[in-house]
């Protein structure tokens, strides 16, 4: 069956750019997460989907990175005004649940390089 | 900061060899994960553990969890060189809602 897909695979941008970045869950998990993930790093977290609505937005970093999930499937996650710090692979997962004992299901993720 | 820590950050055997990784973390929490992450790919899930179970095995993987010591162990025996990846502990603590936190991780290469 159909994994997390996430579009584009790789975006590179200039500084003070807006990048939108895709996701589509895998069919009927209610749970949507994503990610960022820097070289050698474990992945960080950023925002938690129930359903339509944040239900966690504690990891984002500042007020330029915004996520929604309109009809309660495909997230976008926005970053404005681009800086060379945010340059990472950003992550998006579903689990069929939001409960913690509910695995995550990743996509390959997206490599954002702002230059 | 980082709730889960792996120990080694590197690891190198021979095939059919056994791998041993660590993980520590910090607060109370609900069950750990373990994950893997080929390089360029997105992670996946291999098994999780409660924090009422001290151990936990599927197939050639063995998961232990002492929560006296807020430690765990991923055993891989009989490593095959498609096992290369890197390898991340994550937990669920108490009260974080749903995030998962995710240590820096453990790079093993499996030589043939």
């Known amino acids: 069956g159909a994994g997390v897909s996430q579009t584009p695979s790789n975006k590179v941008t200039e500084k003070g750019k807006y990048v939108e970045l895709r996701c589509d869950p895998i069919s009927g998990h209610t749970a949507l997460y994503w990610y960022r993930q820097s070289l050698g790093q474990g992945p960080e977290f950023l925002i938690y989907?129930?359903?339509?609505?944040?239900?966690?937005d504690s990891g984002l970093p500042n007020d330029r990175f915004f996520a929604v999930r309109p009809e309660g499937s495909v997230s976008t996650l926005k970053i404005q005004r681009t800086e060379r710090g945010d340059s990472a692979v950003y992550l998006c997962?579903?689990?069929?649940?939001?409960?913690?004992?509910?695995?995550?299901?990743f996509g390959n993720g997206t490599r954002l390089t702002v230059t | 900061s980082q709730q889960g820590e792996e120990d080694p950050q590197a690891l190198s055997i021979q095939e059919g060899e056994n791998a041993t990784m660590n993980c520590s973390y910090k607060t109370s929490i609900n069950n750990l994960q373990w994950y893997r992450q080929n390089s360029g790919r997105g992670l996946v899930h291999l098994i999780l553990i409660r924090s009422n179970e001290r151990e936990k095995h599927s197939g050639r993987l063995r998961v232990t969890l002492d929560t006296s010591k807020k430690s765990s162990s991923l055993l891989i025996t009989a490593s095959r060189a498609a096992d290369t990846a890197s390898y991340f502990c994550?937990?669920?603590?108490?009260?974080?809602?749903?995030?998962?936190?995710f240590g820096s991780g453990t790079q093993l290469t499996v030589l043939p």
């Open positions: 997962a579903s689990s069929f649940s939001g409960q913690g004992h509910s695995p995550l299901h």
């Open positions: 989907f129930q359903g339509t609505g944040a239900a966690d």
């Open positions: 994550a937990t669920d603590a108490r009260g974080s809602a749903r995030q998962l936190t």
